[in-house]
């Protein structure tokens, strides 16, 4: 199945990602999860993990969905709301597409505590490159 590959690439390509503990667990079209599990190097000086960090999990949760057929579609805009500090031992990010153009996506993003506390929420608009991210296509 194409996204289990998808998966896969952006795991073991998203180098950003994969350095600051950020993994994607599940990739299918429209819809993507990823984890960041919370150690020292994610924390502020408060304590609590960086919110750029956080921007980055709900961007590969992103990357997983609007991704997931092999589409090639970049970050184009965002606006994420920071609502608790992220705390605890893991950050679970979801994204879910709202709507899929031929150019443009739009994609809900939540960012959720290992309590199961909203943390962030926010909306991603993404741009298709025309470019497929694996050699395969759709």
């Given at each position: 199945m194409i996204s289990e590959k998808i998966k896969e690439?952006?795991?073991?390509?998203?180098?950003?990602?994969?350095?600051n503990n950020m993994r994607l667990t599940r990739v299918e079209p429209g819809y993507a999860e990823a984890e960041l599990i919370i150690t020292p190097?994610?924390?502020?000086?408060n304590n609590v993990v960086q919110g750029g960090a956080i921007f980055t999990?709900?961007?590969?949760?992103?990357?997983?969905?609007?991704?997931?057929?092999?589409?090639?579609m970049v970050t184009?805009?965002?606006n994420l709301t920071f609502l608790r500090p992220g705390d605890g031992t893991k950050l679970t990010a979801s994204a879910r597409e709202l709507n899929r153009g031929r150019m443009t996506g739009v994609y809900s993003?939540?960012?959720?505590?290992?309590?199961?506390?909203?943390?962030a929420c926010g909306q991603l608009n993404g741009f298709?490159?025309?470019?497929?991210?694996i050699g395969e296509q759709k």
């Amino acid at each position: 199945m194409i996204s289990e590959k998808i998966k896969e690439f952006i795991n073991t390509f998203d180098r950003f990602a994969a350095a600051n503990n950020m993994r994607l667990t599940r990739v299918e079209p429209g819809y993507a999860e990823a984890e960041l599990i919370i150690t020292p190097q994610v924390l502020n000086g408060n304590n609590v993990v960086q919110g750029g960090a956080i921007f980055t999990l709900a961007d590969l949760a992103f990357a997983g969905a609007a991704n997931a057929e092999n589409n090639g579609m970049v970050t184009q805009c965002c606006n994420l709301t920071f609502l608790r500090p992220g705390d605890g031992t893991k950050l679970t990010a979801s994204a879910r597409e709202l709507n899929r153009g031929r150019m443009t996506g739009v994609y809900s993003v939540e960012v959720r505590n290992d309590r199961g506390k909203l943390v962030a929420c926010g909306q991603l608009n993404g741009f298709a490159t025309g470019k497929s991210l694996i050699g395969e296509q759709k």
